[in-house]
């Protein structure tokens, strides 16, 4: 598992997106991609939680995944 960092912009856009830059989001990001490598690797399955980056890396393991969408615009 990968924890990430609490960054300022809550998420994509917005005036806050270059301090998250700067906070290390590049670095969670390859965090999380060395992650999921390793995991396809090892088999099993994926839970992708959040928004649409989870779930691209998801995908894109090639293992069998599910999603659950916890973006504020996520109505059920």
């Known amino acids: 598992m990968v924890k990430g960092n609490n960054f300022v912009s809550g998420g994509f856009g917005g005036s806050e997106f ?35 980056v989870p779930l691209i890396l998801a995908w894109w393991s090639g293992l069998p995944y599910a999603f659950v969408g916890t973006a504020k615009s996520e109505y059920y």
């Open 18 to 52: 270059c301090q998250d830059l700067q906070d290390g989001l590049m670095g969670l990001a390859r965090r999380q991609i060395t992650a999921v490598r390793q995991w396809s690797r090892v088999g099993g399955a994926v839970l992708a939680v959040g928004d649409i």
